[in-house]
């Protein structure tokens, strides 16, 4: 069965300042998902990871997949209040399966 | 459509009744979910449809709920004898071959 893990599951930053969030999954899979989550709404796609070693980027977000090492990471780079929100990372086998979630990471910007 | 379209956004209902709930996902798109997203919880998978296949039913977490896929559109989730458990936020997505999920806004449902 596949499951899912994310760490940290809360994570507390101080503006200007990096770090990274990882998404380990349990079975060999070539597709990942990152997704943001405002309180009280819906989840805003990020990325779409559909290769051993992509690395994609939008603005001061950067995710990349290692399939081998079944790793995620979604770094932030000088973090701003604007970035404060739940992360999670979701798998899927392949397209038509069923899209399995981390816990989540609920990140909290501090100024 | 532009977006995946779920109705109502909120529902309030007393403890016994049955609801329906309703998924209109992008055109086009072959696969639809069902996830529920309990209060400051992650997303607990509940039932997906594929094309023309049988449905994945394993995440539904009882026989009170059930969902069916008319004419490989739109997908009505239904609850029946709603508990107080059941209260959350029920998400559908829609996707395309080439990657990514679509959710919708979701239907925030109170059982009280």
């Known amino acids: 069965e596949l499951k899912v893990e994310q760490n940290p599951l809360f994570l507390s930053m101080q503006e200007g300042k990096n770090y990274t969030i990882y998404c380990n999954y349990s079975t060999t899979s070539d597709r990942l998902y990152w997704y943001r989550q405002d309180p009280g709404k819906s989840l805003e796609s990020l990325f779409v990871?559909?290769?051993?070693?992509a690395v994609k980027q939008e603005g001061r977000l950067m995710a990349s997949l290692d399939t081998k090492a079944r790793l995620s990471t979604l770094h932030i780079t000088a973090a701003v209040h604007d970035l404060s929100a739940t992360y999670f990372c979701?798998?899927?086998?392949?397209?038509?399966?069923?899209?399995?979630f981390g816990a989540g990471t609920i990140l909290r910007v501090k100024s | 459509g532009a977006g995946v379209s779920q109705s109502p956004s909120n529902k309030v209902t007393e403890k016994g009744k049955d609801v329906e709930l309703r998924c209109d996902p992008i055109s086009g798109h072959t696969a639809l979910y069902w996830y529920r997203q309990s209060l400051g919880q992650g997303l607990e998978f509940l039932i997906y449809f594929q094309g023309n296949s049988a449905p994945d039913k394993s995440g539904l977490p009882s026989d009170r709920f059930s969902a069916e896929r008319t004419g490989g559109s739109v997908s009505t989730l239904t609850i029946q004898r709603t508990q107080q458990e059941d209260s959350a936020v029920y998400l559908c997505?829609?996707?395309?071959?080439?990657?990514?999920?679509?959710f919708g806004s979701g239907t925030r449902l109170t059982v009280v």
């Open positions: 979701a798998v899927d086998m392949a397209y038509g399966n069923k899209l399995v």
């Open positions: 990871l559909l290769s051993n070693g």
């Open positions: 997505a829609s996707s395309s071959p080439y990657g990514g999920y679509t």
